[in-house]
């Protein structure tokens, strides 16, 4: 079955980075466009970076063009979102996800707070 793993949150202050990444199993990975979502408290999970099977195409949110990085490694099953930069309003839960067979797939998520 479809699994999404999402590790690397944590407290960083203002201005600082987080490296997120997501292990994926359960399905044919290097087939599949990846996403990483967000769900700050109170608001709709919102998309924030989007990659390609081959990872030559990425997507941005304008909120985080510039300092989000969204990368994968189709040998380790892996997507990772380098996130620099950080902000207080970035603060949210992150999210893992695939669209496979008709359906979004989401990990469990890791939670990133920015303090000011």
């Known amino acids: 079955q479809v699994q999404l793993v999402e590790s690397g949150g944590g407290l960083v202050q203002s201005g600082g980075s987080l490296r997120l990444s997501c292990a994926a199993s359960g399905f044919a990975f290097s087939t599949y466009p990846m996403s990483w979502y967000r769900q700050a408290q109170g608001k709709e999970r919102e998309l924030v970076a989007s990659?390609?099977?081959?990872?030559?195409?990425?997507n941005y949110i304008v909120p985080v063009k510039g300092r989000f990085t969204i990368s994968r490694d189709n040998i380790k099953n892996t997507v990772a979102l380098q996130m620099n930069s950080l902000k207080p309003e970035d603060t949210a839960v992150y999210y893992c996800n695939v669209y496979y067979e008709n359906r979004d797939y989401w990990g469990r998520g890791t939670q990133v707070t920015v303090s000011p």
């Open positions: 990659i390609s099977r081959r990872g030559d195409i990425t």
